[in-house]
Each structure stands twice: as structure tokens, then as C-alpha cells.
């Protein structure tokens, strides 16, 4: 292929050297300075930029942050050992709880002593004596009958005034048994018992069960809040006590039986509980409790290995580290953790800077992949930055739930939105940056750094190789899968327990989808902001019922068709060079748009013979072939077909000549300088030349791989359709006249196609082009039994008439 073109090229090498030497000689030097010069401002811009992204991160990551150290979970095992690096000591607010507790549970219950059930049961006596007298005076003389029923109806009134539980007939049988004087002593007496037993105090029984408590402690109050109360009993014990004391009242022991069941009914428990005394009480013990202060020495062990995590273990930690935070002072920037959180960060974006330049030397070299892969990371490192800073504000008290905050980060969501639109070694990259920078957010810690790793990593593999947006939630979820294995495995390794392990896996695998989902809506964002065109959205696309692909059918269906045939050649010599063929199929079916304007001025259009050109002149017929350009970037515009639709469709016939109207402008220019009269012998004709620039497409020239594929692809296809006989040598010969033409005319000057290209490009025109106009081979007729074909015509295979038949099918 080389070959083909080198003698051309030498010939204008050649002829074009002495001027290239003599403008180089006169502007050697300023071109050298100029070039200086570029060099030193785009280095300064570039260490510019760079410093303003490590500016972004660093003030992003790790400004205002407070040093959280190793991760710690309560009543789990710790997995390091935590070592004091300095003195301090701290007052144990979890100890002092501890000590407040158990003086709580000591300092017993205070009771208040009141005389209001014995004043009520002495007035119900002094009232019962004093009906009895009445009773027996105005129905003793009517019978014993008439004075016990009258007895049990007046002490039937009483019992339901002062509402007390005694029986009428316990009444009646003690008014019976005494006569009046030695009722009213015995009663007086019994009054006196009962008031001493509510002076020494009453109070409930402290089990309900009925069994006697071992050891009971209770506080006893009087009236004036003193402790005097020595001889209180309880309830059991009162009643005990009364029946005793009532007994050697009287002789009788019926009597002293019928007493104690009147006054039974008169005790109850004085001692009542006082929640205010016993608050005071807790107080004032809890008052001479001195706050225990815990001190450290430098190199004392604060949490060992293994060791399960308590209250006060946390409560260290924390005091460790708030004393820390003070000794580094108050300041944002110049503190010992800032500073040395910000070295690293600097030196792991030199080691990738570095990468990128000597690794990948082509995406160095590539501004919107950088831009895009740079505020990729920013805004995945904001997004996580948040969630730590309302988490940490959030489940403040809640610590098992603290310690599943970092598994709520969307570490996966830049490396997917950077493999989508950048690619996948870009992708690891900033799975790295952020896996990085999350394990120094998390105190340096290199479990969390694997898991955020290898969830971008899978999260950036898979998305690499997605073409429908509904995949990238797919991602999104395999890689909260891997980082829920991550995390499993690294929570057995450290002995976590399995409700533990599988809440955090849960909320991985929740954040790996809606990482998916969010990367879905973003991604719309980056493609419209940065003007990139994704093969997501190019594939969307391909459908054939988008708008303007459909009105090509109906309207332009020649051009629909001649679309449909550069999109294969040019996918198939877009693979064949490594370049997208999916870009270079939508790019060339939507290439033509513009001809839907006036599609009866192109040939695969025109129907019945009629041509318009016929009727215009050949600048008027080129300036309408060369509109179709310029109408189908604005078509393209107006249904928001992407920048690079766009570009195509401006390059796709680069600065080319429209060779038959130019032609046509020469000969009738020709025609138009003949003379009338004959030229003197020796005498030279002169005759104007056509100006190209009318017939000449307004550009600009092909500048990408896939541009310049179609616009090949584009010459070929119409060209292959005047060739009378379809042949591997004619097709050959076709493309490489073409190929030449179109670089010695300088198409390709802007183009980073090489000679090996071209040549990768002509052979797959070549084999494409042969299977697509390819021939058929005729099938014989079907022949009936009177040796005719089935439409009626003899098919005598020694006869001279050949009949073509309609329904042949392909072979």
C-alpha cells in the first residue's frame, strides 16, 4: 500500500523542499523559541492543574477530620493493640455510671409514717360503742331476737360508712359475750394497742409471694424527715404483734378471739413509700462519690489484641484521642495528622501522575479523559466524605450502628462511571485513589482499603463492557457483592460475629446497587457536560425507529440504503484496525441526514429519470450537493445527536472535489473561451480556469480514525455502483485510485491514520465489497407435465428464448 502512494509523495516532497528549506532556515530559531516557550507553559499548567486537584482531595478527604485510629466494635474482639504514645489521664464517666449504679441499688427505699387508718378505725369504735348504748336501751325490753337484728342493722349502716372490712355478726357476737363497762375498757385498751403499733409503724410486706424476705432494709422518716423509726414491722408482723397484745386483755379467750376480729379490720400499713425522700436519699450518697480518673503512662497498653471491647475500653479510645487532638492544637491545616494525611495523599497522586505519563502515554495525553477521570474522584471522595460526617453526627450514641458506616460508602461509583466513559485502566486507577484515600479516612486502615479496592475493581471491570444502562446497576451490585465477601472474610479472620458480618454484608450489597443506580443518573450528566458520546448511548442509536433514521426510509430511501452499506464497510474496517466499529455504524447512518432536505437532487434518490440538475448550472447543482453538509449538522442539532454524529457528518466528505460538476464547469468554460476565428501559428490558447473552491466541500478534513474510515467508506460505496463488472481485480483498482487521489489531495493530513492502516482498511473494503455485490446464480425452471414452467412459457433447454423468472430465491 506504501507503495502505492510513495511515488506521488516524493514527486511532492520533491518539488515542495527548496521552499520548506528556505522558510526553515529563516525561522529556525524563532520556531525553536516558540516551541520553548509552549513547552514551559503547558509544563507550568500541568503542574498547575495537578497541585489544584491535590488541593481539591486533600481539603475534600481530610480537612477538619478527626483522627478516629484503629476501628473498634463493641463486644467484639479487638484485632490490634492500641499503645498510649503519650501521658494523659481522663475522669471515667462509664466507671462513675458503674459506681452511681450500685450506690442506687444500696441506698434502701424511704417510707413517710401517717395515723390517718387508726384515727378513722378509733372514730368508727367511739361511734360503734355509742350506737350499741343507744340500741340496747331502746330494744332491750322487745326481745333478744328484735335487739340482734337491730344490732346487725345499726352496725350494718356503720361498716358501709367507714367502708371497712368487718362482718356484722364479729360485731354482734362481741357485744354479746361483754356487758357495756367491760366493753368500753376493752375497746379503750385495744385502741391503745392499736395506736402503739401505728406509732412504731407499718409497712407493707415487701414480698408478694407470701414467703418471708430474708434480710429487709428500708429507711424510716417521722414527721420531721428524721430516721427514728426503730421498732417498724411489717404487716404480718403488726398483726402477730395485735393478737398477742389483745389476748391478755381478757381472760376469756372467746372474747379476746371476738376483739382481735373486730380490730384486725382497723390495721393496715402507715409506712408509705416517699419517691421524693428516696430520690434525696440516692443524692446525697451519690453526692460523696468521687469521680474515678484513670491514668496512663506512655507505652501503657490501652486495648490488647483480642481482647473484647467493653464501655470503658471505647470511652478510652475516645478520651486517648480527644487527648491527642488537643496536644496537635486547634488548627485546620497545621496539625500533625493533617499534615502527615496530605504528605501521603501527595505522594500517592505523584506515583500515579507518573504512571499515567510513562504507562499510559496515550490517556496522558487525552485532556477531557483526565477532566472527566478528575471530577469522577472528587465527586465519589465528596459523596463519601458527606456520608462519614452525617454519619459520625447521626448514630453519635449508637455505636454498633457506627460501626457500619463505612460500609455505606459508594467506593465503586467513580471507577464505573470512569470505565464507562473513559475506559478500564483509567477505571483501576481511580479504584486505587479512592481505595487509598478511604483507608487513610478510616485510620489507615487496610481492610477497609481492600474492600473499597476490590469493589471498584469489579465494579470498573464489569462496566467496562456494558452497552445498556440497565447494566450498570448490575455492576453496581457485583461489586457491593465483592465487597460483602471482602468484609465477610476479613470479619471471620478478626473473630466478628456472624449477625455482624451479615449486617454489614446486607448494607454492602443495598450500596453496591444504589451505586449502580446512581452511576445510571450521572451518567447522562458527564456525557452532556464533557460532550462525550458512550456506546451505551450509541447503541441506543442504532434503532432504527429513532425519527430521523425513520423519515430517511420513507423519504430518502436510496440514501437509507447507500447509509446502510457504508455502515458496513466501515464497521468491519473499523475492527479490522482496532477502532470502534460501533461508533463508525451510527455515525454512518446518520452521516447523510442532511440529503432529507432536498433528496431528489442525489442520484440513488431520483425516480422515472428526472433529474433537477438538468435545469441548473453546475456551480448552482454543487452549492445544493455541498448544503447537505451544513443541513445535516443542523438536523443533528436540533434532535441532539452527539458532538461526535456531528463532527462526522461535517468531515465525511473532508475538503473534497465534486468531480462531475467540476467537470462540467470546465468543459462549458472551455466551450465558452473558444475564439470565432482561427489562432495565429504558435499562438497558445488561453483558457480560464474553473475556481475550485466553488466545487470544493467546505471541510473540515477527516481528524479521527473513524471519520476518516467513512469518509473512505462513503467514496467507495457510491463509487462501486458505476463499476459494469463486479471483479476482485475492478474493485481493487477501484479503492486504490480512490485512496490515492484523496491523499495526494491532502484529506488525510489531519488524520493520525498510518500507511499499515490504510492498507488493514483497503483489504476489508475489498473482501466486504465482493460479498455485498456479489452475483446470484439463476436456478432452472420448474417444469409441469406438459413441459411447460409453471407461468406457462416452454421450457425446451434447446430453445433459444430466455424467459427470466420473478421468484428466484438466493442462493
Known amino acids: 500500500m506504501a507503495a502505492l502512494f510513495s511515488k506521488k509523495s516524493r514527486s511532492r516532497k520533491s518539488k515542495d523542499q527548496p521552499l520548506a528549506v528556505k522558510k526553515d ?58 499503645v498510649a504514645e503519650f501521658d494523659f489521664q481522663h475522669n471515667s464517666q462509664v466507671m462513675l455510671e458503674q459506681q452511681m449504679e ?44 328484735v335487739l340482734t337484728a337491730e344490732l346487725e342493722a345499726m352496725t350494718q349502716k356503720l361498716i358501709e360508712v367507714s367502708q371497712l372490712t368487718v362482718s356484722p355478726k364479729t360485731i354482734t357476737e362481741f357485744t354479746e359475750r361483754t356487758s357495756p363497762k367491760e366493753r368500753s375498757g ?20 415487701l414480698n408478694a409471694g407470701g414467703q418471708t424476705p430474708q434480710v429487709t432494709v428500708i429507711q424510716l422518716v417521722d414527721e420531721a424527715g428524721r430516721y427514728n423509726l426503730p421498732s417498724s414491722r411489717s404487716f404480718d408482723d403488726a398483726l402477730v404483734a395485735l393478737r398477742v397484745r389483745l389476748n391478755a386483755l381478757s381472760g376469756n379467750r372467746a372474747t379476746a378471739r371476738a376483739l382481735f376480729n373486730l380490730f384486725e379490720a382497723g390495721l393496715h400499713p402507715n409506712l408509705l413509700y416517699s419517691a421524693r425522700s428516696t430520690t434525696l436519699a440516692i443524692s446525697r450518697a451519690i453526692s460523696k462519690i468521687n469521680p474515678p480518673v484513670i491514668i496512663f503512662k506512655e507505652g501503657d497498653t490501652l486495648i490488647e489484641p483480642g481482647a473484647i471491647i467493653s464501655e470503658i475500653d471505647i470511652e478510652r479510645l475516645k478520651a486517648y484521642r480527644a487527648a491527642e487532638r488537643s496536644r496537635g492544637g486547634n488548627s485546620l491545616v497545621f496539625n500533625k495528622l493533617f499534615i502527615e494525611r496530605t504528605t501521603l495523599t501527595l505522594i500517592l497522586l505523584i506515583a500515579v501522575m507518573i504512571y499515567v505519563k510513562h504507562g499510559l502515554r496515550n490517556f496522558h495525553k487525552r485532556n477531557r479523559a483526565i477532566a472527566i477521570t478528575s471530577v469522577s474522584i472528587l465527586l465519589n471522595l ?90 450498570l446497576v448490575r455492576a453496581g451490585l457485583m461489586a457491593g457483592v465483592s465487597a460483602a465477601l471482602t ?110 432536505v432536498k433528496p431528489e437532487y442525489f442520484t440513488e434518490n431520483q425516480k422515472g429519470g428526472i433529474n433537477p440538475h438538468e435545469e441548473k ?72 480556469k474553473v475556481d475550485e473552491s466553488t466545487y470544493r466541500y467546505d471541510g473540515p478534513r477527516p481528524q479521527f480514525k473513524e471519520s476518516a474510515i467513512i469518509f473512505f467508506a462513503d467514496g467507495v460505496e457510491a463509487a462501486s455502483r458505476s463499476l459494469k463488472k463486479v471483479s476482485q481485480p475492478a474493485i481493487e483498482e477501484l479503492i486504490d485510485g480512490m485512496f490515492k487521489s484523496r491523499i495526494e489531495d491532502g484529506q488525510l493530513d489531519e488524520c493520525p491514520l498510518t500507511f499499515k492502516e490504510l492498507h488493514e482498511i483497503r483489504s476489508s473494503f475489498t473482501y466486504t465489497l465482493l460479498n455485498m455485490l456479489h452475483s446470484r446464480v439463476e436456478y432452472p425452471k420448474e417444469i409441469n407435465e406438459k413441459g411447460t414452467d409453471k407461468t406457462g412459457s416452454t421450457n425446451d433447454p434447446h430453445s433459444n428464448e430466455s424467459t427470466p423468472t420473478g421468484n428466484q430465491q438466493p442462493i
Open 102 to 145: 450500685a450506690v442506687r441499688a444500696q441506698v434502701p427505699p424511704v417510707f413517710q409514717r401517717t395515723f390517718q387508718p387508726y384515727e378513722e378505725f378509733s372514730e368508727f369504735i367511739n361511734q360503734l360503742n355509742t350506737s350499741i348504748a343507744k340500741t340496747l336501751i331502746e330494744y332491750e325490753d322487745q326481745g333478744d331476737e
Open 617 to 688: 448550472n453546475p456551480s448552482m447543482s454543487a452549492l445544493v450537493i455541498k448544503a447537505h453538509v451544513k443541513e445535516g449538522v443542523e438536523l443533528a442539532r436540533k434532535h441532539n445527536l452527539p458532538r461526535v454524529i456531528q463532527d462526522v457528518i461535517r468531515q465525511h466528505h473532508g475538503t473534497s472535489l465534486i468531480q462531475f460538476f467540476y467537470y462540467q464547469a470546465q468543459q462549458a468554460q472551455n466551450k465558452q473561451t473558444k475564439l470565432p476565428f482561427p489562432e495565429k501559428p504558435g499562438r497558445q490558447q488561453e483558457t480560464k
Open 487 to 596: 468484609g465477610a472474610f476479613l470479619g471471620l479472620v478478626s473473630s466478628l460475629s456472624i449477625g455482624l458480618i451479615g449486617q454489614q454484608a446486607i448494607i454492602a450489597l443495598i450500596v453496591g446497587a444504589l451505586s449502580g443506580v446512581l452511576a445510571v443518573g450521572l451518567l447522562p450528566i458527564f456525557e452532556q457536560i464533557f460532550k462525550v458520546t458512550t456506546e451505551i448511548t450509541l447503541l441506543e442509536l442504532t434503532d432504527f425507529n429513532h425519527p430521523l433514521l425513520h423519515r430517511m426510509q420513507m423519504e430518502a430511501p436510496g440514501t437509507y440504503h447507500h447509509s446502510l452499506m457504508v455502515a458496513n464497510l466501515s464497521e468491519n474496517a473499523a475492527a479490522a484496525i482496532g477502532a470502534s466499529p460501533l461508533l463508525c455504524r451510527v455515525c454512518c447512518l446518520f452521516h447523510d441526514i442532511g440529503k432529507l
Open 186 to 205: 376493752l375497746t379503750q385498751d385495744a385502741l391503745a394497742v392499736l395506736k402503739s403499733l401505728y406509732q412504731d409503724g407499718i409497712y407493707s410486706n
Open 25 to 82: 532556515r529563516k525561522g529556525r530559531g524563532a520556531e525553536q523559541s516558540d516551541a520553548a516557550h509552549f513547552l514551559d507553559t503547558s509544563h507550568i499548567v500541568e503542574a498547575g492543574l495537578f497541585l489544584l486537584f491535590t488541593a481539591l482531595v486533600v481539603i475534600i478527604c481530610f480537612l477538619g477530620q478527626k483522627s478516629k485510629g484503629p476501628q473498634v466494635i463493641l463486644k467484639h474482639p479487638a484485632t490490634t493493640r492500641i
Open 382 to 471: 465528596l459523596i463519601i466524605r458527606l456520608i462519614m460526617e452525617i454519619g459520625d453526627i447521626a448514630l453519635l450514641n449508637n455505636r454498633p450502628s457506627l460501626s457500619m458506616l463505612p460500609y455505606i460508602a459508594p467506593y465503586a461509583l467513580a471507577p464505573m462511571i470512569v470505565a464507562v466513559l473513559v475506559g478500564a485502566a483509567p477505571a483501576v486507577i481511580s479504584a486505587l485513589i479512592i481505595a487509598v484515600l478511604f483507608g487513610i479516612i478510616q485510620g489507615n486502615s487496610v481492610e477497609f482499603l481492600l474492600i473499597a479496592f476490590l469493589s471498584g475493581i469489579v465494579g470498573s471491570y464489569i462496566a467496562s463492557n456494558i452497552r445498556k444502562r440497565s447494566m
